[in-house]
């Protein structure tokens, strides 16, 4: 009888560890879902933040790239218009700045937005919808700005969305804070590297 409980016992332990295991790594992971490196483009990490500010974030923008299957990995560029006047004509130009070459690039699946918000790209908003996607991880560059506005978006366009603060850069580390803890009770979920 004694056996019996034992092996009870044991088994309850180890539904209890696996139950445990497997609700961490779905709470806690980028498994199943598509991380979005937001704006990370060389003159901006650079030059707009200076590159010591930023060297730790990216390292952790790295890291979650490396823990994520490539193949739900996208990376987003903005692209800005510029106004040329001359004495002859007026014209736009678009700028698109290459991505940070600290970033570690693991696939083609690079889109372009119009600056400010991801959603503005009609080819990522098809590529998303292709793949049926419903979660996204949000990271990169600037919490208070381009961040802020397109994990609004994606929730107002329907997805999951969640954030891993982390591997997102912000303006300052307060200001980076206020806008996370905005996002977090408008019902964006938290992720944390570890």
């Not at 180890?14 to 497997?22: A, D, P, R």
């Not at 678009?94 to 790209?121: E, P």
């Not at 905005?182 to 944390?192: F, Q």
Request: proline share 1%; net charge positive.
């Amino acid at each position: 009888m004694n056996i019996n409980y034992f092996i009870a016992g044991v088994s309850l332990m180890m539904l209890t560890s696996f139950t445990c295991t497997e609700a961490q790594t779905e709470n806690n992971s980028t498994n199943d879902k598509i991380v979005i490196v937001v704006h990370m483009q060389e003159e901006y990490s650079k030059n707009e933040l200076s590159k010591e500010s930023t060297a730790g974030a990216v390292e952790k923008i790295n890291y979650v790239i490396e823990n994520t299957d490539h193949e739900n990995v996208i990376y987003t560029k903005a692209m800005h218009k510029i106004l040329n006047l001359t004495l002859k004509k007026i014209y736009v130009d678009k700028i698109v700045k290459d991505l940070d070459d600290r970033l570690k690039v693991v696939n083609k699946n690079i889109f372009t937005d119009h600056g400010g918000n991801i959603f503005d790209s009609d080819e990522l908003n098809e590529f998303l919808k292709e793949k049926n996607i419903k979660e996204l991880v949000i990271i990169g560059r600037v919490a208070e700005e381009c961040i802020k506005k397109s994990v609004l978006r994606g929730k107002k366009l329907g997805y999951n969305m969640y954030i891993i603060p982390d591997a997102i850069i912000g303006k300052s580390k307060e200001s980076k804070l206020k806008a996370l803890e905005k996002l977090k009770k408008k019902g964006v979920k938290e992720l944390s590297i570890n």
